[in-house]
């Protein structure tokens, strides 16, 4: 699974734009738009979601789920959430 948040730091990381993003994965535009602006997880068929994250992987890019470890150990980005104030 990929969230709309991934989505935008993969192509902050590989310094692509939306359209760029779109010709890399075999999508349409307004296919990735709308995975984007998506909530949390992005939803979308499943030949769609595989071809992004395909392409996101021979990028360069590990995605990298709730709790998990990096397997490769290179350079990323995690969100933290937010420590409760006690």
């Known amino acids: 699974m990929i969230t709309a948040g991934q989505m935008r730091a993969a192509r902050a990381l590989l310094g692509l734009d939306q359209r760029a993003l ?7 535009l307004p296919t990735i738009q709308r995975m984007e602006a998506s909530d949390g997880v992005v939803r979308g068929n ?3 979601l595989m071809k992004l994250v395909g392409a996101l992987q021979a990028a360069g890019i590990e995605l990298i789920g709730e709790g998990a470890a990096s ?11 937010p420590k409760a104030d006690p």
């Open 22 to 28: 779109a010709e890399l994965a075999g999508l349409s």
């Open 71 to 81: 397997a490769m150990g290179g350079r990323g980005v995690r969100l933290v959430p």
């Open 46 to 48: 499943v030949d769609s």
